[in-house]
């Protein structure tokens, strides 16, 4: 009882669920098949030639709001190629980089959180 009193406290404003897809979830999220338009989503990666800086400087430029962004970020293996190319392809994502150097998955969180705070 008092266990799930503080496991309710420390999750507040967390949500998990389960989803079918990866295209149902980011369907959820408002993210369409090459919908018209710029793609809200952003996939963050290694091998990627833009620099998230720019791609948000360029968004920040023609108007777009920070709340309708949706990253991805690949866990401690990172995204596959063909995974980055599949977000690319089917739902218009751009795929960008925070630089060569490997981070936590927590330190690009903290890193975006940043770039989107210094934008907007």
């Not at 989803?19 to 980011?26: E, I, M, N, P, T």
């Amino acid at each position: 009882d008092q266990a799930d009193r503080k496991a309710k406290q420390r999750c507040t404003g967390w949500s998990a669920f389960k989803v079918a897809s990866l295209r149902q979830l980011l369907a959820q999220l408002g993210v369409q098949p090459r919908s018209s338009g710029t793609s809200p989503l952003i996939v963050l990666h290694d091998t990627a030639r833009r620099h998230v800086r720019e791609e948000l400087c360029q968004r920040a430029v023609r108007g777009a709001s920070r709340d309708r962004l949706v990253f991805i970020i690949g866990d401690h293996m990172g995204l596959k190629p063909y995974q980055v190319d599949y977000l690319v392809e089917e739902f218009g994502a751009a795929a960008v980089t925070l630089g060569s150097t490997p981070l936590l998955t927590s330190h690009c969180i903290t890193i975006l959180q940043f770039l989107l705070d210094e934008q907007w």
